[in-house]
C-alpha cells in the first residue's frame, strides 16, 4: 500500500533533498532514521549566507537549496528579470519567499512521516516549523521594508509590484494561518495515531480473552458435570464481560474513523493551500513556482492518501478481527448453551434443587402460594422431580408469576422416603466460621442431602460473615415478626445457597442490632443475642407451614430451640418436628440469671426448676441442660467426649446426662472430604496425593518461603498447629512444644488466635521472641488459606488438648500427610492411634499419643515421631500414606445421625 512508486519517492526525495522513505506502506517502514530526521532539522536552520540590510537588521536564514536547481533557477531568474524589468533585489525576496514557502511543504511532509513514525518527535518538528515560520514573518516584514530602499513611498505604493508585494504578503499571511492549521493537524494525526496503537494493544487484550475464552471453554467441557450453577453464572458474567468490552472496542473504532474523518479535513486543508497557491498567481515566475509547489502539495496529498488509506485498511482489518470475534463468541456461547441443556438433562446439582426449595419457601412466606401447595412443591424438589426442572427451564427468562403458575399446575401430592432436616446453629463453615461447629454444619447438611433428605439451614446474617461464599443471596420479600421482651420486631429474611445447601440469613430489625457487631460471639448480651434468634428460627418455620421432620440445634447459643419448640410453638399446633440437640462442647453451656429466659418467651416460673433448665450449681437457668432435657435426641460430638461427660468432663452436667443417658449418644465428627481434599485445594501451590507426595515438599518449600523459615535443610521436619488458643487445647504444651521442636532441630508453625487477652498476650510475647529465629514462626490470627497451606507442608501436626470433645485438625492433619502427634482424649482418643501401641490393630495406627496432660507425656510422643522421621524414612513414608488414605469423610457418622433421625420422626408420626 505505498503512496507512490518506488520511482516517485525517488523523485520526491530528489525534490525535497531528504533521504526518500524506501515506501511508505506501514508506519515502521515509513520511518526515517533519527539521525537522518536531525539532520534535516538542522539543515533547515542553518545560519544565514547572506545578510538583507532591513530595519532592525535580522539575519535572513539560508534557505538550502538544490545546487542544480539553483544554478538552473538563476538563469530564468535573470531572463525574468530583463523581461519584467523588475530589480533583483526584489525577485530574489519572492523567490525565496516561495522557496520557503516549498520549504514548509517539505517541513509539513516531513512532520507528517515523522507523526506517524512517532508521536514524540512531533514536538521537535513542530518546534522546527515555528521556526520556519518566524523566516517566512522576517521576510514579510523584509519584504515591506525593501520598497523604502529604493523608492520614495508614492512612487511604491502606486506601483503594481508594491500591489503585488502586498497581495503576495496577505497571501503568506493566509499561508501562515494554513500552517498553523495544519500543525493543529498534525497534532490530531498524532492522536490518530495513538489510538490506533490504544486499538491495536485492546484487540490484543481481546485476542488474549479470546483465548482464554476458548481455554476455560475447554476446561469447562471436561468440568461441566461438576459446575454448579454459580460457576456457570460466573461463565456468563465473563461473556458478559466480553461483550461489554467488544462494546467498547467497536465505540473505540468509531472513534477512530472519526479521527480519519478530521484526517480527511487536513485534506481539505492542503487543496485550500493549493487553491491558495493559485491564487498566488502573480507572475509566470511565480507560476513556475507554483506549479513546483502543485506538484510538492500533491506528493503530500498522495502521502495522506496512503497514510489514510493504510488507517482504513488497519480499521478494516480490525473491524474484521471483531467480525470474527463476534461469530467465535457466538459459536462459544451457542456451543455453552447446548452443553449446559444438555447437563441439565443429565440431572441437576444439589445447588439447583436448594434453589428451587428456596424459591417455593419465598412464595409461601411471601403468601404467593398456599401452605399445601408449598409442601406440595417442596416435595417434589426434595424428590428432584423432573418435571419442576423442565418446568424451570422452559421458564428461563420469563418472569418470575409464569413460573409460578407452572409449578402450580404440577402440585401434587406425594410421600417421601427422605426426611425434612432443619439445622439452626450460630455458625456455618465456610461463611461463617469460628471452630469445628461451623466445619459440622456443612460437612454433615452436604452429607445428609447427598442421602436424600431434604437439608436446610438457619443462621444469623451477620455482618462479619463472608458475603462471598454466599450463592444468588437475597432477601425476601416479606418480614417475619418475632416476639422479644414483651414486644414484636421485625425480621428481614434472606436465603442464598452455601456448599450447595439451603440457607435461611435472619437479619433482626431489633434497636439492639444483635448481628452488627463485627464479630460472632463475645459480646456483653450474647445470651440475648442468641436467645432472639433462636425464637426468629422457629417463628421462621412456623410461618413457612413447613413440615418438618427433624430441628436440629446446636451448642448453648441455639439451645433455647429445645424448650421454646415444645412449651410455645407446639401448643400453637407447629409440632411435626423432632429436637436433636448436639452439645460441641460442654464447657459452654449458657448460664444466666432465670429472668434472661423470659426475654424470648419462655416462662421463667415453668422452667427455673431442678429438673428443667436450673443449673446444677449455681441458682441460675442453664440452656445446656434445658436442651437436654427437652430435646428427643441429644448428641455429642465422639463416643469418647460422650463417656468423659457422664463423668466430671461434663462440667457439672453429668448427673443430667446421666437421668438423660437412653436420649445421649457419641457420635464422631468427620470432615469435609471435598473442602479438605489435598489433591484439589485450591489454597495449595502443589496438589499431591497418597500415591504422589511429591507435591507435600513443594508445599513446605512454598510456606517456608512464605514465612521466611529457612530452607537450608530441605528434609529439616515441620511441626504445625492450628488452634483456638484457649486453655482446653492445652496452651501451656502448645508453648513447650514450639520450644521443644527448636531443641530437637524441627522447625515450628502456629496459626490461632485467643479469645482470652492474657493468653493472646503471652503468645505474642512468644512471637516477638522468635521473630528472627528461622525455625519458628507463630502467626497469630484466623487465616483459612494460610491453615491449609500449614495442614499440608507441616509433617507433623501436633493437638495437646487438655480435653478434646472431637477435634477435626488431626483429622485434616492425616488428610494432608502430616501426622499427628495428640493428646488421648475424647475425640482425639477415638480417630488418632499410637503407632508404637502393640494392643492396637497395626493398620488402626496412625500417629503418636500421650495421656499424662504434661511436658513429659507431650516429650515422649514427639520424640518417637522424631525418631520416626529421621531414622526409618521409610516407615515414615508408609505411615503418611497411610494416614492420607483414611476416610475421615462424614459417609459413616451421617449414617448414624440419619438412623436416629428416622426412629425419632418414625415415634413422633406414631404420636401424630
Ligand atoms: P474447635 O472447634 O474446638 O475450635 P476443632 O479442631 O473442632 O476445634 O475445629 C477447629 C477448626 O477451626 C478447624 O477447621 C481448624 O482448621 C480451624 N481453625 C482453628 N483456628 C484457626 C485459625 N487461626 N485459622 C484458620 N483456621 C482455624
Same mark, same amino acid.
Given at each position: 500500500m505505498a503512496c507512490s512508486s518506488a520511482a516517485g519517492a525517488e523523485a520526491t526525495a530528489l525534490l525535497f533533498r531528504h533521504p526518500a522513505p524506501s515506501s511508505i506502506a506501514g508506519r515502521r517502514r515509513l520511518a526515517v532514521p533519527r539521525r537522518t530526521r536531525h539532520q534535516n532539522l538542522r539543515i533547515s536552520v542553518q545560519p544565514p549566507q547572506k545578510s538583507t540590510p532591513s530595519a532592525n537588521h535580522r539575519k535572513r536564514p539560508n534557505i538550502q537549496r538544490d545546487v542544480a536547481a539553483a544554478s538552473s533557477d538563476k538563469e530564468r531568474r535573470q531572463k525574468f528579470e530583463g523581461e519584467n524589468g523588475l530589480p533583483n533585489i526584489q525577485l530574489e525576496d519572492l523567490v525565496g519567499m516561495i522557496q520557503s514557502t516549498e520549504k514548509n511543504i517539505l517541513l509539513l511532509n516531513q512532520a507528517r512521516l515523522q507523526t506517524l513514525e512517532r508521536a514524540d518527535k512531533i514536538l521537535k518538528e513542530k518546534e522546527a516549523l515555528q521556526r520556519k515560520i518566524t523566516i517566512l514573518e522576517m521576510k514579510l516584514s523584509e519584504t515591506g521594508a525593501q520598497p523604502k530602499l529604493s523608492k520614495s513611498d508614492t512612487e511604491i505604493s502606486d506601483s503594481p509590484l508594491v500591489m503585488e508585494f502586498d497581495a503576495l504578503k496577505e497571501e503568506n499571511m493566509l499561508l501562515k494561518d494554513d500552517i498553523e492549521f495544519l500543525k493543529t493537524n498534525l497534532v490530531e494525526i498524532a492522536e490518530t495515531e495513538e489510538s490506533l496503537s490504544k486499538l491495536e494493544k485492546e484487540r490484543a487484550l481481546l485476542d488474549a480473552s479470546l483465548r482464554e475464552l476458548e481455554c476455560s471453554f475447554i476446561a469447562a467441557q471436561s468440568d461441566m458435570l461438576k459446575l454448579g450453577p454459580q460457576q456457570h453464572d460466573a461463565w456468563w458474567e465473563k461473556v458478559e464481560n466480553l461483550e461489554e468490552l467488544l462494546e467498547s472496542t467497536a465505540n473505540q473504532v468509531k472513534h477512530a474513523a472519526m479521527v480519519l474523518d478530521l484526517n480527511h479535513d487536513f485534506q481539505d486543508k492542503v487543496e485550500k493551500l493549493k487553491a491558495s497557491l493559485a491564487a498566488a498567481n502573480i507572475s509566470k515566475f511565480c507560476l513556475y513556482f507554483v506549479d513546483l509547489l502543485q506538484q510538492r502539495v500533491k506528493s503530500v496529498e498522495e502521502c495522506f492518501q496512503a497514510c489514510n488509506h493504510e488507517m482504513h485498511s488497519q480499521i478494516e482489518l480490525y473491524e474484521h478481527s471483531i467480525v470474527e470475534f463476534h461469530e467465535t463468541l457466538g459459536k462459544i456461547i451457542k456451543e455453552s448453551e447446548k452443553r449446559s441443556l444438555e447437563h441439565y438433562a443429565e440431572g441437576m446439582p444439589s445447588e439447583f434443587w436448594s434453589r428451587i426449595s428456596l424459591l417455593i419457601d419465598g412464595w409461601s412466606l411471601e403468601k404467593k402460594i398456599s401452605h399445601n401447595n408449598a409442601n406440595m412443591l417442596r416435595e417434589m424438589a426434595w424428590k428432584r422431580d423432573n418435571r419442576l426442572r423442565e418446568a424451570y427451564l422452559s421458564c428461563r427468562g420469563m418472569e418470575e408469576r409464569k413460573l409460578m403458575e407452572n409449578f402450580l399446575k404440577m402440585a401434587l401430592p406425594g410421600t417421601s422416603s427422605g426426611l425434612h432436616i432443619v439445622h439452626i446453629a450460630a455458625e456455618m463453615a465456610p461463611v461463617a466460621k469460628v471452630g469445628g461447629l461451623a466445619d459440622v454444619i456443612s460437612g454433615l447438611g452436604k452429607a445428609l442431602q447427598k442421602k436424600g433428605h431434604l437439608v436446610e439451614i438457619i443462621l444469623p446474617k451477620y455482618d462479619c460473615m463472608q458475603h462471598n461464599q454466599i450463592n444468588n443471596l437475597k432477601v425476601l420479600d416479606v418480614v417475619v415478626q418475632s416476639y422479644f421482651e414483651g414486644n414484636l420486631f421485625g425480621n428481614k429474611i434472606w436465603t442464598g445457597t452455601v456448599e450447595g445447601l439451603p440457607v435461611y440469613f435472619i437479619e433482626p430489625q431489633h434497636p439492639a442490632k444483635f448481628f452488627w457487631r463485627a464479630q460472632y460471639y463475645g459480646e456483653h448480651d450474647d445470651f440475648k443475642r442468641f436467645s432472639y434468634f433462636s425464637r426468629v428460627a422457629l417463628e421462621l418455620l412456623h410461618q413457612s407451614g413447613k413440615k418438618v421432620d427433624i430441628i436440629h440445634c446446636h451448642d448453648w447459643? +441455639? *439451645?433455647?430451640v429445645a424448650p421454646l419448640y415444645w412449651d410455645v410453638y407446639a401448643n400453637l399446633g407447629f409440632n411435626s418436628a423432632r429436637i436433636c440437640f448436639t452439645c460441641h462442647n460442654f464447657e459452654y453451656q449458657g448460664v444466666a440469671? *432465670?429472668? %434472661? !429466659? *423470659?426475654?424470648?418467651? !419462655?416462662?421463667v416460673e415453668h422452667l427455673d426448676r431442678p429438673d428443667r433448665m436450673r443449673d446444677n450449681s449455681h441458682g441460675r437457668i442453664n440452656v445446656v441442660k434445658g436442651a437436654i432435657v427437652y430435646s428427643n435426641i441429644v448428641t455429642t460430638v465422639s463416643p469418647t467426649y460422650a463417656q468423659e461427660v457422664r463423668s466430671e468432663g461434663g462440667h457439672g452436667l453429668q448427673d443430667t446426662l446421666k437421668v438423660h443417658s437412653k436420649k445421649f449418644v457419641g457420635i464422631l465428627n468427620a470432615i469435609d472430604t471435598d473442602t479438605w481434599n489435598p489433591s484439589r485445594d485450591r489454597f495449595l501451590k502443589v496438589q499431591y496425593s497418597a500415591n504422589d507426595l511429591h507435591g507435600k515438599s513443594g508445599n513446605k518449600a512454598a510456606l517456608r518461603k512464605q514465612l521466611k523459615l529457612s530452607s537450608a535443610y530441605a528434609s529439616q521436619p515441620l511441626v504445625g498447629c492450628i488452634t483456638r488458643l484457649v486453655p482446653q487445647k492445652g496452651v501451656h504444651l502448645i508453648r513447650h512444644a514450639i520450644y521443644k521442636t527448636a531443641e530437637l532441630g524441627g522447625q515450628f508453625v502456629l496459626l490461632g488466635s485467643s479469645p482470652v487477652p492474657h493468653i493472646q498476650r503471652e503468645f505474642e510475647g512468644i512471637a516477638d521472641h522468635f521473630q528472627n529465629n528461622s525455625n519458628i514462626r507463630l502467626i497469630l490470627k484466623y487465616d483459612d488459606a494460610l491453615s491449609h497451606m500449614i495442614f499440608a507442608a507441616s509433617d507433623m501436626f501436633i493437638v495437646p488438648s487438655m480435653f478434646e470433645p472431637c477435634g477435626l485438625t488431626q483429622m485434616i492433619a492425616m488428610r494432608y500427610g502430616s501426622v499427628p502427634v495428640v493428646r488421648k482424649t475424647g475425640g482425639l482418643n477415638d480417630s488418632v492411634f499410637d503407632f %508404637? %501401641?502393640? +494392643?492396637?490393630?497395626v493398620e488402626l495406627r496412625n500417629g503418636f499419643t500421650f495421656v499424662k496432660a504434661d511436658e513429659q507425656g507431650f516429650d515422649s510422643a514427639i520424640e518417637r515421631a522424631f525418631n520416626y522421621y529421621h531414622r526409618k524414612p521409610e516407615v515414615w513414608k508408609q505411615l503418611v500414606q497411610k494416614d492420607m488414605r483414611i476416610d475421615f469423610s462424614w459417609d459413616s457418622s451421617a449414617s448414624q445421625y440419619e438412623d436416629i433421625y428416622q426412629r425419632a420422626a418414625v415415634r413422633a408420626r406414631a404420636a401424630a
Open positions: 447459643q +441455639t *439451645a433455647f440469671p *432465670a429472668q %434472661d !429466659l *423470659a426475654y424470648c418467651g !419462655l416462662d %508404637d %501401641d502393640e +494392643t492396637i490393630p
